[in-house]
């Protein structure tokens, strides 16, 4: 791994005009301390993005927005993308692409679609590496007319960020697998190394 391409993005830090990168579907505040403005909505009380880009505040009119981040037209082979989950079958799981990683800029927007192809070994007696709705970091093998096939095998790669399936909250990693600290139940994913402590980084192994 690179250490010179590391970025390292703190979403909890959001004061001091920090610039942070969020998720869709991160939450960046309360509805009690701020107003949801562009790009964001209001779910259960919360604040979340639902965009890949930086959180704004204005705090004289208590509104919160994230502005998208600068946008790309394509994305080659080797480079390293930022997505949802949002289908998953036997053989792949497909990918709603919302940012890639650009070596100058940091991460940029890029909307497009790729997949996953899943180890033959995933079956009834195992389950699969991504579910529906994790939000994973993958690189690009290839790109094509009908989606790029991705990879999120190495370290730096896999989930970022997962619900529990039973209790929609936010899972922990524990031991190497991933656990929900609400109803304990535990999950075998393919997380990424900073799970849960995001950094941006291009080069990965
Ligand atoms: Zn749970």
Do not use: H, W
């Amino acid at each position: 791994m690179a250490q010179s391409s590391r970025k390292l993005v703190n979403i909890d830090n959001t004061k001091g005009g920090v610039e942070n990168l969020v998720l869709p579907g991160d939450i960046i505040s309360t509805a009690e301390e701020y107003v949801p403005g562009k790009n964001t909505a209001e779910m259960e009380g919360r604040i979340i993005s639902l965009v890949y880009g930086n959180v704004k505040k204005d705090d004289k009119n208590l509104l919160i927005s994230v502005s998208p981040l600068k946008s790309r037209k394509s994305i080659r082979a080797g480079d390293t993308v930022y997505g949802q989950v949002f289908k998953v079958d036997q053989r792949k799981a497909s990918i709603k692409i919302g940012a890639a990683y650009d070596p100058v800029s940091g991460a940029i927007q890029f909307n497009g679609e790729g997949y996953v192809n899943l180890p033959q070994q995933y079956d009834r007696n195992s389950s699969p590496p991504v579910r529906i709705g994790d939000i994973v970091r993958a690189r690009v093998v290839r790109t094509g007319d009908r989606g790029s096939e991705l990879t999120i095998a190495g370290k730096g790669l896999g989930i970022l960020k997962t619900l529990c399936p039973r209790c929609r909250l936010p899972m922990t990693r524990k031991n190497g697998s991933l656990y929900c600290d609400n109803c304990e139940k535990s999950e075998m994913r393919k997380v990424a190394d900073d799970y849960g402590a995001i950094e941006i980084y291009g080069e990965m192994q």
